[in-house]
């Protein structure tokens, strides 16, 4: 029988934390303050402008091209991780609650792998921006915590995995 409440409660706790995850992934994708700059102009004017992976603000926003480079490979790796999470959060979704597919562990275990890409592509789209940026902030943040919930959802399904009879 598929549902919530039949599910395990590990599996229960890797559906919730997925969830978290790819919410605070795809805020912080997709908002502006991965990182900020103070500036003045010639009249002496202060300027605040702020940096997201895909528009820039000061005070008016502009979109910014696909980069190359660091920029480049931050917004490729953290796409990747975004899509990859959500992929992962539909496996898990199919596993807990479609009844042909409630236990099959080889949808669980493209799902484990799924998130482990996500895992891996946003944190290492984070750490890439971190050595590169200055002045991090909120956006950038939200992208590390969910890199960093998407490390710890492996880490359990992993464990979930390796129980005898678990799937």
Same mark, same amino acid.
């Given at each position: 029988m598929a549902g919530f409440r039949? !599910?395990?409660?590990? %599996?229960?706790? %890797?559906?919730?934390? %997925?969830?978290?995850? $790819? #919410?605070?992934? #795809?805020i912080g994708f997709s908002t502006v303050s991965w990182s900020h700059a103070h500036s !003045?102009?010639?009249?002496?004017? &202060?300027?605040?402008?702020?940096?997201?992976?895909?528009?820039?603000?000061?005070?008016?926003?502009? &979109?910014l091209s696909p980069g190359f480079g660091w920029f480049g490979a931050t917004q490729a790796l953290e796409t990747i991780g975004l899509v990859a999470g959500f992929i992962g959060l539909i496996l898990i979704v199919l596993y807990i609650f479609i009844n042909k597919l409630a236990g099959n562990r080889t949808l669980f275990i493209t799902s484990l792998v799924a $998130?482990?890409?996500a895992a891996g592509s946003t944190l290492l789209g984070v750490v890439i921006y971190g050595v590169h940026g200055s002045a991090l902030s909120w956006s950038f943040a939200l992208a590390v915590i969910g890199g960093l919930l998407?490390? $710890?959802? =492996? !880490?359990? =399904?992993? $464990?979930?995995?390796?129980?005898p009879n678990a799937i």
């Open positions: 039949s !599910a395990g409660t590990l %599996v229960k706790i %890797v559906f919730i934390l %997925v969830i978290s995850a $790819v #919410l605070f992934h #795809l !003045a102009d010639q009249y002496g004017h &202060r300027h605040i402008t702020y940096l997201g992976l895909w528009i820039a603000c000061d005070p008016h926003c502009f &979109r $998130v482990g890409i998407y490390l $710890v959802t =492996m !880490a359990l =399904m992993l $464990v979930h995995v390796s129980k």
